[in-house]
């Protein structure tokens, strides 16, 4: 609750800084939303950090997050975020049928036909999808 | 007042094979013959595929548990980016109605709801299924569910008359009332704190500003990326809030199936009883589907509060409700029929005005709004047999739904079996694909993942979404309209006594607020 209290007042600052920097005619609107925001994320930072933390059902206090853990939120989120940075880099052609490869292969430990399958599929799935649209599939970053 | 007519034919009616002109203020006859008509395209061929394929598919991810209904019209949204309104009015309805009944299966069999409206199905229909009754509580669901869309669609269906006749009398400032209530009645009325939704609905409207002021031709928070100097598309925004994040959450559980360690349960128990207690219940079906009618209508509140709300008043004034809690078919009757029902009364502030008052209905809104499509009164005139074939797809798809659900329960439930592994990557691959085909931009899927870890920070954190997501889609109406009234307003040109309804309409959302306010203080010593 502390943590999400102060990025959300984090937020609220950055935009009533730039609901300021705007013109009077075009910062009309925006202002009477920041101004609100940045009460109310006060508010929630007031709150949470005057009311005591709760324990966890075991009655200790949280623990902090573990990357290292087989089901971190950490992890998950980095497994996630490497599609998009596999795309960026590799295309959508190499990146997107490499990432389905290393997910099923690392993160679900399923066996190899099963995860060659899964790439071929994605691979497919990606040809046909931008043949049907006409559109030229997105060549990755170290590729062009 | 004169009646127009439409001058060109619309593709949808060309598909029709004729052109029926509606004028703009309907008679109750103009509606009958658009709803006709509606009815014919629906099922004509090719047209009926897409609501039974939109059907089916949104039955098989919606007994998902985790990967909701929210999830599919997210990737359908870029996916069907180059299709005609028809098409999309057919699917997209389709998939609204048909992810409705299918969490309650998990809900029975597996103890998880499939979907958080199917919550208060699971208090009584998970024991009867341990009693192994579980096929007679299934065919209850699919009943109460089928009847109470039904009651659902005939209510909108009738408000649609008088609906179409008031709204030649909205302008900016009940618009801007409309909105206004739209974004206070969701911060108010979510489950949880009223702080928050407040704090989201405001973030919501201020990401909405993202981009340049049409205006003033002023950008705005674009924080100096030339990326979103455009604004933030619905698209990816939507995408990441609901495919990715749901994913990522689900990855994050470190479930190995999306049942978990659910085991499935024996299926016992006669399909005939199920029907039957629905049809010797008849008062309780109809004040259920009122009940979730009535609290569709509100943004915010959708499903899980209507099953809850209905649930509660069946123990309240059932004659025995020893059994309660414990297995009594009543407490899946209430509940499914209201859920089912509340899609009807969603639809309409929908249809006529913009305003979600769901998840559905926003992501179904922002695929209207990506395929030219404007709600409000041109939909509810000229475009009326579009708006009714959204309408009939819809309640297609609900019975269809209960139909095939009844007879293929067993094959569907061991969906949830399906590894977490498999099913991660796929999602993720065609949610990068739909972020990228809407525009073929990279910027978009950076833009979807972002908000994919927004959205499992909101998830994880307890910030309500549905807040975010309503003032984002509001964000850009809200605006224009209370511009368009305070330019009105200073040059002397709005006298509020010739639009009583903005009056009346902020005095109900002020009793709404102070109602609301004095629910959530603790109550006083005597």
Same mark, same amino acid.
Request: glycine share 10%.
């Given at each position: 609750?502390?943590?999400?209290?102060?990025?959300?007042? /984090?937020?609220?600052?950055?935009?009533?800084?730039?609901?300021?920097?705007?013109?009077?005619?075009?910062?009309?609107?925006?202002?009477?939303?920041?101004? %609100?925001?940045?009460?109310?994320?006060?508010?929630?930072?007031?709150?949470?950090?005057?009311?005591?933390?709760?324990?966890?059902?075991?009655?200790?206090?949280?623990?902090?997050?573990?990357?290292?853990?087989?089901?971190? %939120?950490?992890?998950?989120?980095?497994?996630?975020?490497?599609?998009?940075?596999?795309?960026?880099?590799?295309?959508?052609?190499?990146?997107? %049928?490499?990432?389905?490869?290393?997910?099923?292969?690392?993160?679900?430990?399923?066996?190899?036909?099963?995860?060659?399958?899964? /790439?071929?599929?994605?691979? /497919?799935?990606?040809?046909?999808?931008?043949?049907?649209?006409? /559109?030229?599939? %997105?060549?990755?970053?170290?590729?062009? | 007042?004169?009646?127009?007519?439409?001058?060109?034919?619309?593709?949808?009616?060309?598909?029709?094979?004729?052109?029926?002109?509606?004028?703009?203020?309907?008679?109750?006859?103009?509606?009958?013959?658009?709803?006709?008509?509606?009815?014919?395209?629906?099922?004509?061929?090719?047209?009926?595929?897409?609501?039974?394929?939109?059907?089916?598919?949104?039955?098989?991810?919606?007994?998902?548990?985790?990967?909701?209904?929210?999830?599919?019209?997210?990737?359908?949204?870029?996916?069907?980016?180059?299709?005609?309104?028809?098409?999309?009015?057919?699917?997209?309805?389709?998939?609204?109605?048909?992810?409705?009944?299918?969490?309650?299966?998990?809900?029975?069999?597996?103890?998880?709801?499939?979907?958080?409206?199917?919550?208060?199905?699971?208090?009584?229909?998970?024991?009867?299924?341990?009693?192994?009754?579980?096929?007679?509580?299934?065919?209850?669901?699919?009943?109460?569910?089928?009847?109470?869309?039904?009651?659902?669609?005939?209510?909108?269906?009738?408000?649609?008359?008088?609906?179409?006749?008031?709204?030649?009398?909205?302008?900016?400032?009940?618009?801007?009332?409309?909105?206004?209530?739209?974004?206070?009645?969701?911060?108010?009325?979510?489950?949880?704190?009223?702080?928050?939704?407040?704090?989201?609905?405001?973030?919501?409207?201020?990401?909405?500003?993202?981009?340049?002021?049409?205006?003033?031709?002023?950008?705005?928070?674009?924080?100096?990326?030339?990326?979103?100097?455009?604004?933030?598309?619905?698209?990816?925004?939507?995408?990441?809030?609901?495919?990715?994040?749901? &994913?990522?959450?689900?990855?994050?559980?470190?479930?190995?199936?999306?049942?978990?360690?659910?085991?499935?349960?024996?299926?016992?128990?006669?399909?005939?009883?199920?029907?039957?207690?629905?049809?010797?219940?008849?008062?309780?079906?109809?004040?259920?589907?009122?009940?979730?009618?009535?609290?569709?209508?509100?943004?915010?509140?959708?499903? =899980?509060?209507?099953?809850?709300?209905?649930?509660?008043?069946?123990?309240?004034?059932?004659?025995?409700?020893?059994?309660?809690?414990?297995?009594?078919?009543?407490?899946?009757?209430?509940?499914?029929?209201?859920?089912?029902?509340?899609?009807?009364?969603?639809?309409?502030?929908?249809?006529?005005?913009?305003?979600?008052?769901? =998840?559905?209905?926003?992501?179904?809104?922002?695929?209207?709004?990506?395929?030219? &499509?404007?709600?409000?009164?041109?939909?509810?005139?000229?475009?009326?047999?579009?708006?009714?074939?959204?309408?009939?797809?819809?309640?297609?798809?609900?019975?269809?739904?209960?139909?095939?659900?009844?007879?293929?329960?067993?094959?569907?439930?061991?969906?949830?079996?399906?590894?977490?592994?498999?099913?991660?990557?796929?999602?993720?691959?065609?949610?990068?694909?739909?972020?990228?085909?809407?525009?073929?931009?990279?910027?978009?899927?950076?833009?979807?993942?972002?908000?994919?870890?927004?959205?499992?920070?909101?998830?994880?954190?307890?910030?309500?979404?549905?807040?975010?997501? &309503?003032?984002?889609?509001?964000?850009?109406?809200?605006?224009?309209?209370?511009?368009?009234?305070?330019?009105?307003?200073?040059?002397?040109?709005?006298?509020?006594?010739?639009?009583?309804?903005?009056?009346?309409?902020?005095?109900?959302?002020?009793?709404?607020?102070?109602?609301?306010?004095?629910?959530?203080?603790?109550?006083?010593?005597?």
């Amino acid at each position: 609750m502390r943590t999400s209290a102060l990025i959300i007042l /984090a937020i609220a600052v950055a935009f009533l800084y730039e609901t300021a920097q705007l013109d009077p005619g075009a910062r009309r609107v925006p202002l009477a939303v920041a101004v %609100p925001l940045m009460v109310l994320a006060l508010l929630l930072v007031v709150r949470a950090f005057s009311e005591r933390r709760r324990p966890t059902d075991t009655g200790e206090p949280a623990k902090p997050l573990d990357p290292a853990a087989p089901s971190s %939120p950490l992890r998950a989120l980095l497994w996630v975020a490497s599609l998009p940075a596999a795309v960026f880099t590799l295309g959508l052609q190499v990146g997107a %049928p490499l990432f389905v490869l290393l997910f099923l292969r690392v993160r679900g430990r399923e066996r190899w036909s099963v995860t060659v399958v899964g /790439a071929a599929m994605a691979a /497919a799935v990606v040809a046909v999808l931008f043949r049907v649209l006409d /559109a030229s599939i %997105p060549t990755g970053w170290l590729l062009s | 007042m004169v009646a127009s007519k439409t001058e060109s034919t619309p593709p949808w009616r060309a598909c029709a094979g004729k052109a029926v002109p509606v004028d703009v203020v309907l008679s109750p006859v103009d509606v009958l013959h658009a709803a006709v008509a509606g009815l014919q395209l629906v099922f004509s061929w090719p047209n009926i595929l897409y609501p039974i394929i939109g059907t089916l598919v949104a039955m098989c991810v919606a007994v998902l548990p985790g990967v909701s209904g929210a999830t599919l019209l997210a990737l359908a949204i870029p996916l069907t980016f180059s299709w005609e309104p028809l098409p999309i009015m057919l699917l997209f309805g389709a998939l609204v109605g048909g992810a409705t009944f299918m969490g309650s299966v998990s809900a029975i069999l597996l103890n998880i709801p499939g979907t958080a409206p199917n919550a208060a199905t699971l208090l009584d229909g998970h024991p009867m299924a341990l009693r192994g009754q579980a096929r007679t509580a299934l065919a209850c669901s699919a009943t109460a569910s089928a009847l109470g869309s039904t009651l659902g669609v005939v209510a909108l269906v009738a408000s649609v008359p008088l609906v179409s006749r008031a709204l030649p009398l909205v302008g900016p400032p009940e618009m801007l009332v409309l909105s206004t209530w739209g974004l206070l009645s969701v911060a108010v009325v979510i489950r949880g704190s009223m702080l928050k939704g407040l704090t989201m609905v405001c973030l919501g409207l201020m990401v909405s500003f993202v981009g340049l002021d049409t205006t003033t031709a002023v950008v705005r928070f674009t924080f100096g990326s030339l990326l979103l100097e455009e604004g933030l598309s619905l698209v990816p925004v939507f995408v990441g809030l609901f495919a990715i994040a749901e &994913i990522i959450d689900l990855v994050a559980s470190g479930r190995e199936t999306v049942a978990g360690d659910a085991g499935q349960t024996e299926m016992g128990g006669s399909v005939r009883q199920g029907i039957s207690a629905v049809l010797r219940n008849p008062k309780l079906l109809l004040r259920s589907s009122l009940i979730g009618t009535v609290v569709g209508l509100v943004p915010g509140l959708g499903g =899980t509060v209507a099953g809850f709300v209905a649930y509660g008043d069946a123990a309240r004034t059932v004659d025995d409700d020893s059994e309660f809690g414990s297995g009594d078919i009543r407490g899946v009757l209430a509940p499914e029929a209201a859920n089912d029902a509340k899609d009807g009364g969603s639809l309409l502030p929908a249809l006529a005005f913009g305003i979600p008052a769901s =998840t559905g209905t926003a992501l179904l809104l922002a695929a209207l709004q990506v395929h030219g &499509i404007r709600p409000g009164s041109e939909l509810l005139t000229t475009q009326l047999e579009l708006a009714f074939v959204l309408i009939w797809s819809l309640f297609l798809s609900n019975w269809l739904t209960s139909l095939v659900g009844l007879s293929a329960v067993r094959p569907l439930a061991r969906l949830t079996l399906v590894p977490t592994a498999r099913l991660a990557p796929a999602v993720l691959l065609l949610a990068t694909l739909g972020a990228l085909s809407f525009r073929g931009r990279m910027s978009d899927v950076f833009i979807a993942f972002a908000f994919g870890a927004i959205g499992f920070g909101m998830k994880r954190f307890e910030w309500p979404r549905i807040a975010f997501v &309503i003032a984002f889609i509001l964000g850009p109406l809200f605006e224009l309209n209370l511009k368009l009234s305070l330019n009105l307003h200073a040059l002397g040109r709005l006298n509020l006594w010739t639009h009583p309804s903005v009056v009346i309409g902020t005095l109900a959302l002020g009793v709404v607020l102070l109602l609301s306010r004095r629910k959530s203080c603790p109550a006083r010593p005597s």
